[in-house]
């Protein structure tokens, strides 16, 4: 057991008692939170910065305001319900368009019919902060739902991909593609039963993936090889996740970025508590890039410049050894 | 620098209980466990007396000096007479004194003793005393006999057993013969043998006490011979020459000055009786702790109420329940609900029993989830739901009530102990869990809760270490220390080991 522990220090792999005392309470003032705790903010805040999100079709506030729902989505066909506060994906709702048959009623990402009330006491329950972080009164988005890029219709079930990237002190230090599947609801969460695949930091090329912390190499529901796909715009990605850095000043950022099939990358949320599986994806433990970025650090490095040093860094380490790590497990 | 700051303020806290704890335990005497109970000999003299005319004034000689013993407290009773405790040459001395008295008079004096084999209260080295003035024919018999022995002896406790063999011979020679004509009494016969001594430079005195054990009615005190080798006193049994004292033997009064002296007064009689009864050693650590004169019983919990010291009984285990809380979840990283959920209910189970509150708790939250799902059907807002949740519950409980009244099933009727508040929202989490994250995530997570409760309720249940913390809450600055370090762990979670195993086996 202990031999683990050292095995595990030497692969500089990160724990959840380090991020949180060394790099969320180091890095992360509290004060700071409502940046990223609040997507309404996010938003405002990445509009600003001149960073692509999908737009926002209207903010339900309180209860009085669910009646605005129908209006708000009137003329939309696809849209996203998405709690302002909350944490994990929870409380997402992706309407991908309107029942052809059913009067009043929509169609979720996953087929299933779902009623203007259904979705209206959906809205309740997020204004009154069932899916917030404290409970508290939240606010409900309503979006725009991504129509994702066809690089990876073939390793996603329904929902949609997307991109998480670490950000540590502005520089980008490591990134999975989350991709859904039929388990997971169509969300892209891995602790929901997502796929994560790791990506090459240099190219933009995913590696084998992970499912509930085994390698995987295909998707489990499309059977589709997950590892060798180019994720479009790598560099772009890069340097808005960078960017996010500027935005938010958290020292150690998730940044969520979907690839739209016309707009191209948009920023979908940040994070300022990313989870620790992303090591898992790539195989690779964070502190020791984390040490290396502490190294290379330049206060005046531009996003850019930052994204240029991951890019140069951190290449893939495990290109070549997945059948290995597969004999291993 | 953070970090130094944390170890230094655990290194400050563990050093500042950790010594309040060892001076209540060394130097206090505070047992570190519950049933530690101490014998306590309770002794009473009781003077009888008639009174004369005039002024009465009454000397009653008391224990000083009690070499095994601790004196736990002393009083007096008398009607109507002026009490004072003096010093005088052969120790404590209590004097009563009244202007006029009429009748039988009977005044009460009392001390209880507990034994301490450390209170070995030294006296002070004596003088060489004066050699005694003899009248012939006594003085050639003692010189004889204190010349002879003195011959076949080395040192003082060899002289006094040969002298006190010589004293006690079955057959004696004509000198002790004489001398032991004169002898009347045992008190009589040991100032006999203080004279001897005295001849030959050596200190020696009667001590009179009593043996302690058991009741006694009447007891009366035995006379022992304390000889001083320049050293220390050693004590020896006038009647055989060992060198001993008696089981338990009291130190009443020292020397040949009478027990007791009453001026205006008449037909004195001193009657001494025993009661053994056996004391809290918390107690007698209090008592101590009040004469030394130290402060740190002010803040004693065993000065509370009953009651309250009752709740803080409980109260006070609820930071061990803490400890294994973060234990479980920094060190090994078991999902629980709730931060410290799984502590209320393992106070809980205190009352309900394990096996008992598992089986409750299990059953209470199962209706709840069930009834939960529902309520979601109706689609309420979260604040009524959660009332709505909170309300089945209560009702849920009254309704395990009844039902094991029915079955005449007691234990069933503890179920009202619970945290209802707790469960409620244990239930509401877990059905968001459940729907969000599917059904494995919320056992999971609940059964981590239950296995954390339970762990929790055994720390919390040894009854030794209940003891320990409520006589000695300071330990709990301890407690806080290590949870301080906890705090600045960073290492791995045990369960990340398994998490992250591919990791390692990648290198």
Known sequence: MFATAKKLREAGVLGLNERNAEFIMRLNPRRLYPRVDDKVLTKELAIKAGMAVPDLYGVIRNQREVRTFEDIVESRESFVVKPAQGSGGDGILVIAGRSQRKRDSFRLASGVLISTAEIEHHLSNIVGGQYSLSGNPDKALIEYCVRFDPTFAEVSYQGVPDVRIIVYRGYPAMAMVRLPTRASDGKANLHQGAVGAGVDMSTGQTLTGVLDNDVVDEHPDTGALIAGLNIPQWDFILESAARGYEVTELGYLGVDIVIDRDRGPLILEMNARPGL??????????????????????????????????????????????GQNLALL | ????????????????????????????????????????????????????????????????????????????????YGFSLNYGAGGREAQWAVRRADGAQTIYYRVSV????????????????????????????????????????????????????????????????????????????????????????????AVHGFPLGGRQRRAEPVTWLEVHDGDRWRYFNPATGEENLPDRFLVWWRGDESLIRVEGGSNVEVDFAIQENHVDAVSIAKTQAAQAGTRVFDLSLYDLPIQTQAVYSVLLMIPIGALVMVVMRNIIGIDAFGTFMPVLIALAFRETQLLWGLLLFTLLVALGLSIRFLLERLRLLLVPRLGAVLIVVVMLMLLISLVANELGMETGLSVALFPMVIIAMTIERMSVVWEERGMGDAMRAGFGSLVVAVLAYIAMGMAWLEHLIFTFPELLLVILSIVLLMGRYTGYRLLELTRFKALAGGG
């Open chain 1, 277 to 322: 599986n992303i090591q898992i994806a790539n195989r690779t433990g964070l502190a020791s890039r984390v040490r290396r970025i502490d190294e290379l650090h330049d206060a005046d490095a531009s996003p850019e410049e930052r994204a240029a040093t991951a890019r140069r860094e951190f290449p893939a380490e495990h290109g070549d050894v997945s």
């Open chain 2, 1 to 80: 620098m953070k970090q130094r700051y944390v170890y230094l303020l655990a290194i400050l806290l563990t050093i500042v209980g950790m010594s309040i704890f060892a001076y209540k335990w060394r130097v206090l005497g505070f047992p570190l466990t519950a049933d530690q109970e101490t014998p306590v000999w309770t002794i009473e003299s009781t003077v009888h007396f008639d009174s004369g005319p005039g002024s009465i004034k009454v000397n009653l000689l008391v224990p000083t000096l009690t070499p095994g013993f601790r004196v736990l407290n002393d009083n007096q009773v008398s009607r109507g």
């Open chain 2, 114 to 205: 507990f034994e301490d084999p450390s209170a070995d209260q030294s006296d002070t080295t004596p003088p060489f005393p004066p050699a005694p003035v003899i009248n012939e024919p006594f003085r050639t018999a003692v010189d004889v006999l204190v010349s002879d022995v003195d011959e076949q002896s080395a040192d003082v406790p060899s002289f006094t057993t040969l002298l006190l063999r010589r004293m006690n011979d079955p057959s004696p020679d004509p000198n002790v013969e004489l001398l032991m004509s004169e002898v009347e009494s045992s008190s009589d016969y040991v100032s006999t043998l203080t004279m001897l001594l005295a001849s030959n430079r050596i200190p020696a005195r």
